[in-house]
């Protein structure tokens, strides 16, 4: 036989060594035609998308009532025309929460008498609470609930009558 | 045959199995490391959480984060300008052609501002004076003296501003170079100006040439000298907010407007340009750094006075010089860098250039290296790329000791081993030429953007940033033809700095919520940002105060980096 395969092994070995040989002196300046999505993937890299941003919008109490966590909706409730994102705390004002009346609607009542009850939140087709009969430690409850919220969640709109858009 | 008979192994295999193993190892594990982990360059800003309505969202430095508070002086001691000259700082340095240190610099300060005073009669806060010289220790210490008279000076960035200038904002006095003189007398002399301006001429000047007007003419020296004879009375500390010099410039659009400084804004700029290089490599009395930005912009005086602050050398290239001689050629490139040497300053150590001197001196550098032998050259090329392409380089590597280094030496001569970083700026600089400025130069280069109303950087890429991404095509349709081609091909500018905030407007929101790049006009915000002259009302809220609109035209890129398309380029 004209090609020896006595040493098959060593063939094999010697091929590795002179592929190794080749990549060390001759390295790859290859760019990948898409730029990958992770940085376990490559040095340049670029994230999938940009870091989540609320859009602010203008709410009424119609368009903000859906907005109750119900299906994985987001979460949000408005205290006195401000509306918050509450999604980060499914806990408390989602669909099974200690606070879920609270989910969807203007809760600037409820918030200045601290109670979560039916009585403190307004149906949505009548005009928004005018909170004039709350007294001055109510209204203090109130904006400490305020300041509580805009420090933990995210303000991401401003709540309006229904007719005003 | 049996499988027995193909596995037969001698001495032979035992080497060779050595030496696989040895090359195996080789190959996979002596990778070189990145200089900076890749995961820190996927969020370099810090995003705010809402958005209004055609805005996008406003983006900040990563490091600084949405609730952090931005830097506005680079240690607390800071408060005005001439906190920027440290007391206690004893070593002498090179500034321009003048040895010289901060005590004795500070003396020359006071000597001069109080010759000033005395001698051309300036009020404070009412006087107003025009500082038409050439960047070097004259413009450092007139500046110097005029802010610690609370005295505010006019500077322009090119002398067309000079006309419409000295008629909407007439100076009290104007110091000029002696070589411009005559020049500047027929143009008072030719407005028939009511108010008569007191000229001091820094140079000498043959009194009999000059034309015949009423100005009194006196020498920037002489009141040096007067006032070292004065007793030096204790002055007013100006404030922090206090407007220390109004800077002219040309808008794109072909007017001129100014911007006010205060010495917070000067602070606040000196914070940001020290923040440009890495900490661990900051700036230090060892340094020398070569600046191709004019003292009479904005961003150019923070450069100096952050050379001032650090304590390194100082010099500027001829293109920066306001006055030239008649006739004079202009200086690009790579000979324009070379007029730095014309001063007494070390070899240069960091860079301040525009994006030509850089590509100049790229191009330079690799044709030298070209010539020197075409096949190592290839080889080191494409050594030098693979580790970029992993996020790695180096100037000590066997590459630039057989190829480069000559060409470097060839080009930059005694700057080839000192020049540790480069802050290029100014012009548009497309992501193409990056890789050859990093092979060619193999120090950080640092994309910065800045802007007439800003004193400081703007923007400025990390400074171990090796990222390369491909162009890829803006899907856009909100886009313009020329903003898409920018897009495509411009080199991103990096993140905010750290004092400044930016956001986008005239955004296409169905775009953004859809997952786009955001793309729209740039506004900015923060301490090292001044207040231009056509704003005369400042917004009532809050949140819409100090918003600048810099006439420019930006987009974000998933990792928070910007790219900017400058004002009114086609």
Redesign the interface.
């Known amino acids: 036989m004209a090609f020896d395969l006595g040493t098959p092994v060593n063939t094999a070995l010697l091929l590795y060594i002179l592929y190794s040989i080749q990549r060390i002196i001759f390295p790859s300046n290859s760019v990948p035609q898409s730029v990958p999505n992770e940085f376990k993937n490559g040095y340049t890299w670029m994230p999938k998308s940009h870091p989540p941003t609320l859009l602010y919008q203008t709410y009424t109490p119609k368009t903000l009532a859906p907005f109750d966590g119900k299906e994985g909706r987001r979460i949000l409730l408005s205290i006195k025309g401000v509306v918050y994102d509450v999604t980060a705390g499914r806990n408390f004002y989602g669909p099974e929460g200690m606070y879920a009346n609270f989910a969807g609607r203007d809760a600037s009542r409820g918030m200045a008498k601290q109670s979560f009850d039916e009585e403190m939140i307004t149906p949505i087709d009548q005009p928004l609470d005018k909170l004039d009969d709350l007294t001055p430690e109510e209204i203090a409850n109130m904006h400490g609930w305020m300041e509580h919220f805009a420090s933990k969640y995210i303000i991401c709109g401003k709540l309006v009558e229904n007719d005003a858009v | 045959m049996a499988l027995s008979d193909?596995?037969?192994?001698?001495d032979?295999?035992i080497i060779?199995?050595l030496?696989?193993a040895g090359?195996?190892l080789?190959?996979n594990l002596y990778k070189p490391q990145?200089l900076v982990?890749?995961?820190l360059?996927?969020?370099q800003s810090d995003?705010?959480?809402?958005?209004?309505?055609s805005e996008s969202?406003v983006y900040r430095n990563y490091s600084t984060g949405m609730l952090g508070r931005f830097p506005v002086r680079p240690t607390k001691d800071q408060q005005v300008l001439l906190d920027l000259v440290k007391p206690d700082a004893d070593a002498p340095r090179t500034l321009w052609s003048t040895k010289i240190t901060n005590p004795q610099l500070r003396e020359r300060i006071a000597n001069f501002g109080a010759g000033l005073a005395k001698v051309a009669g300036l009020v404070p806060q009412e006087s107003n004076v025009l500082l038409l010289l050439n960047d070097g220790i004259e413009f450092i210490i007139s500046d110097l003296a005029l802010a610690s008279h609370l005295i505010p000076s006019f500077t322009l960035s090119s002398l067309s501003l000079l006309s419409p200038v000295l008629e909407s904002h007439p100076p009290s006095l104007i110091i000029t170079e002696a070589a411009f003189l005559p020049h500047l007398l027929e143009l008072i002399y030719d407005s028939n100006e009511s108010e008569h301006h007191t000229i001091v001429v820094v140079g000498d000047v043959a009194m009999a040439n000059l034309p015949q007007v009423q100005n009194k003419i006196l020498h920037w020296d002489d009141i040096e000298r007067q006032g070292a004879a004065l007793d030096k009375s204790v002055l007013p500390a100006p404030e922090p907010s206090d407007v220390f010099t109004v800077s002219f410039f040309e808008t794109p659009s072909g007017g001129h407007d100014g911007v006010q400084l205060t010495h917070e804004n000067m602070t606040a700029g000196v914070a940001a340009t020290r923040a440009l290089v890495p900490p661990s490599s900051a700036l230090s009395p060892l340094d020398t750094i070569v600046s191709t930005y004019s003292l009479s912009t904005p961003y150019g005086r923070a450069i100096a006075y952050t050379a001032l602050f650090e304590g390194t050398g100082f010099a500027t290239v001829d293109s920066t010089k306001l006055i030239k001689p008649e006739g004079a050629p202009t200086f690009m490139g790579l000979k324009d860098l070379r007029t730095s040497a014309s001063y007494r300053i070390s070899s240069p150590t960091v860079l301040f250039v525009h994006s030509h001197h850089l590509n100049s001196l790229t191009n330079t550098i690799l044709q030298e290296a070209q010539k020197a032998s075409w096949l190592l050259y290839n080889f080191a090329w494409?050594?030098k790329?693979?580790g970029i392409?992993?996020?790695y380089m180096t100037k000590q590597s066997l590459w630039d000791r057989l190829v480069f280094d000559g060409a470097r030496v060839k080009v930059m001569g005694k700057g080839a081993g000192t020049v540790r970083a480069v802050a290029v700026s100014g012009g548009p600089f497309e992501a193409q030429a990056l890789t050859p400025s990093r092979i060619a130069l193999s120090v950080p280069v640092i994309n910065v953007h800045s802007h007439p109303l800003a004193a400081g950087p703007v923007f400025a890429s990390h400074a171990q940033d090796?990222?390369?991404?491909?162009p890829?095509p803006v899907s856009s349709s909100a886009a313009s033809a020329a903003d898409a081609y920018a897009f495509t091909y411009l080199a991103p500018v990096g993140p905010p700095t750290v004092n400044v905030e930016v956001k986008l407007t005239g955004v296409d929101?169905t775009a953004?919520?859809a997952?786009a790049?955001?793309v729209g006009a740039l506004h900015m915000r923060g301490p090292s940002i001044g207040r231009p002259l056509s704003v005369e009302e400042e917004a009532a809220e809050e949140d819409q105060r100090g918003w600048r609109f810099t006439g420019e035209r930006a987009k974000?890129?998933?990792?928070g980096t910007f790219k900017v398309v400058a004002a009114g380029k086609a």
């Not at chain 2, 193909?6 to 001698?10: M, N, P």
């Not at chain 2, 090796?466 to 491909?470: A, R, W």
């Open positions: 193909y596995l037969v192994t001698d032979l295999t060779l199995a030496v696989a090359l195996f080789l190959h990145a982990h890749p995961i360059l996927g969020r995003v705010a959480r809402v958005r209004n309505p969202a494409r050594h790329l693979a392409l992993e996020g090796l990222q390369t991404f491909p890829t929101d953004v919520e997952g790049d955001p974000v890129a998933p990792n």
